[in-house]
């Protein structure tokens, strides 16, 4: 068996299909497996709802069109729902409301393998603006990119650099960014999201049965696959609908 430097060891202890800077000032250098920033988003996000009782969860919505009466999904019927008080008003509310969610597939160079990483719109933006212009046009992949969190809790922010390297010029030296010719062929087969149990795939019962008893599926657990999905679901484009959003 090799012998492997501390951050490899660590990285291996944490091995899970879902990426995560626990810590202000954690890093990580990654690689987000799409040709340029749009097609991360068009490839990566879905509309769903939030469950918070008994336990954290992300649920798809089942309304395909925006169009659709609220009956089509139980989740969001509870926004037509009358309550007796605010405080199950505010929780049905709460489940109710849709909310735009991105779950990215990134190839974590520390671990060696592919991670898929939940995140808000905000990604975008942190995106467009710390690296949008030194990509220059290069596929997105081609670049091994170092992340770092920056703060905790709901004042989480993060950076985002193209990993640099040292180019002579006339004598001089100077830092670039590194891209390589690497393909998307050269990585690890996308993971499945639902799979890994990063986001819920209920039916129409199912959802109405947790509504009335807040008991979750029996198939529902917080194990998430360690092993890659042999084939990959190409994700559907959901962000042409309408939804809500926030930052965590």
Not at 76 to 83: A, D, G, I, T, V
């Amino acid at each position: 068996m090799a012998k492997i430097d501390r951050k490899r060891a660590e990285a291996l202890s944490e091995s899970s299909t879902f990426f995560n800077l626990k810590k202000d000032g954690d890093k990580a250098t990654i690689r987000f497996l799409y040709k340029d920033i749009d097609e991360l988003v068009n490839e990566s996000a879905y509309e769903v709802h939030e469950i918070r009782n008994p336990k954290f969860r992300l649920v798809d919505c089942i309304r395909t069109n925006p169009k659709d009466p609220l009956d089509v999904c139980p989740l969001c019927n509870r926004l037509s729902e009358k309550h007796e008080d605010k405080k199950s008003a505010e929780a049905a509310k709460a489940e109710g409301t849709t909310k735009s969610r991105l779950f990215v597939q990134v190839y974590n160079e520390d671990l060696g393998g592919v991670q898929i990483w939940a995140r808000t719109l905000g990604l975008v933006k942190q995106l467009e603006r710390d690296i949008e212009e030194d990509l220059d046009g290069r596929p997105l992949y081609q670049a091994p990119i170092t992340v770092k969190r920056i703060g905790d809790g709901t004042d989480t922010d993060y950076s985002f650099s193209i990993v640099k390297e040292k180019v002579e010029m006339n004598g001089k030296y100077y830092n670039s960014p590194m891209f390589d010719e690497k393909t998307l062929e050269d990585f690890p087969n996308p993971l499945d999201v639902f799979e890994a149990k990063q986001l819920r795939k209920w039916d129409y019962k199912t959802m109405e049965k947790f509504i009335e008893t807040r008991v979750l599926p029996d198939n529902d657990d917080e194990t998430s696959q360690t092993q890659q999905s042999s084939g990959g679901e190409k994700y559907r484009r959901r962000s042409e609908k309408k939804s809500g959003s926030d930052n965590f």
